[in-house]
């Protein structure tokens, strides 16, 4: 029987949904891979294994799930942190980096985001991607913004948002792939602003 316990079956079902999800945070974040267990998943939630078959259908759908749940709130928090009075370029730069930065470093998004999701059905990759589409609605608004005021190059508004997207978790992999050091984020962060900027036809890339 599930340790949940609860006043109502709503409420029941809920916080047995939330603890199905906690436990599955907890077990990608202390082995770094999303390939997790399921009975493993409903013994830390203290639920039976039959019990997880009546929230998710299977392992993707439950990583879907917690990406679902908590990476919007993230994305949200990340664009929040960058300086409004920065202008265009600086903003897209300041935005990219910060997202390296925390698929870096978080144990648990990190691994889903870019060592995980490509294993994952077509389904859960879809609604990882539609997760963060707040971040990639953010970076369109630049890019528009800095093609109205001459700063970047326009190109086809799908193919900008695709080489944004794709320089970032490009530099993303290449660190994670690496040494964990400040030096080396640095030097990859870095990296990315100069050749991102550059290539939307920033010309003030180093200023």
Do not use: C, W
Not at 62 to 75: D, G, R, S, Y
Not at 104 to 119: C, N, P, Q, T, Y
Not at 121 to 135: F, G, K, P
């Amino acid at each position: 029987m599930p340790r949940i316990r609860a006043s109502s079956i709503g409420e029941h079902k809920a916080l047995t949904r939330r603890a199905l999800l906690d436990a599955a945070r907890t077990l990608i974040d202390e082995r770094g891979t999303a390939e997790i267990s399921l009975g493993e998943v409903a013994f830390l939630a203290g639920v039976g294994r039959t019990t997880f078959y009546d929230y998710f259908s299977d392992r993707d759908d439950l990583i879907a799930a917690l990406v679902e749940e908590e990476l919007p709130n993230v994305v949200a928090e990340l664009i929040a942190e960058v300086p409004e009075d920065l202008d265009i370029p600086d903003r897209l730069g300041a935005l990219a980096v910060k997202m390296v930065e925390f698929v870096a470093k978080d144990r648990v998004f990190g691994v889903i985001l870019h060592r995980e999701v490509g294993r994952m059905n077509a389904d859960t990759q879809r609604r990882i991607v539609d997760s963060h589409v707040q971040l990639s609605q953010e970076m369109a608004g630049l890019y528009r913004r800095g093609v109205e005021e001459g700063v970047f190059r326009p190109l086809p508004p799908r193919l900008a948002g695709s080489l944004i997207q794709d320089t970032i978790m490009s530099a993303a992999k290449v660190f994670i792939e690496g040494p964990d050091t400040e030096e080396r984020l640095r030097e990859v962060t870095d990296g990315l602003r100069s050749f991102l900027l550059g290539g939307l036809g920033y010309s003030d890339v180093d200023g």
